[in-house]
């Protein structure tokens, strides 16, 4: 690709890895630094690096989709935990090895938890994320396991 397509495709990886603010690009310290760099790079604008970051994430959703379809066996896992906001929420990750025997890790779903911790509302929570479009990715092994529950 051409140089700003890599320089492009750094700055989504930053921002992903990083946890950064789509406004980065906005910012006089940042722009002066790409400047240093290459002062013919044109940074693309918050918008535009949303888009960016957009596509990205459905690329990796439909790899990770195309991987899942292949396992034949998960381990799930469930977290909760509460925001600075003090909003709860709840997360499910599915692992499994692929044919390369490497360990993967994919999130399931996340929803936020309205109600008091109990196991009764956590079932309800780890219910909703199985039955609604919020499951990214299943698998066989995943949905026969999902079936049990």
Known sequence: GSRKQMIDEALVNMIIKDSQPFSVVEDEGFRGLIHTRDRTYVLPSRQALKKMV????????????????????????????????????????????????????VLVGVEKFPDNHTAENIDLIKKGIWRSGKSRQRSNALSQMLQQI
Do not use: G, P, Q, R
């Not at 596509?55 to 998960?74: D, G, Q, R, S």
């Open 54 to 105: 957009d596509t990205k994430y459905e690329e990796a959703k439909f790899k990770a989709k195309a991987e899942m379809e292949k396992v034949k066996a998960v381990s799930l896992t469930s977290d909760m935990w509460t925001s600075l906001n003090m909003d709860a929420y709840l997360a499910i990750t599915c692992h499994y090895i692929d044919e390369n025997d490497k360990l993967n890790t």
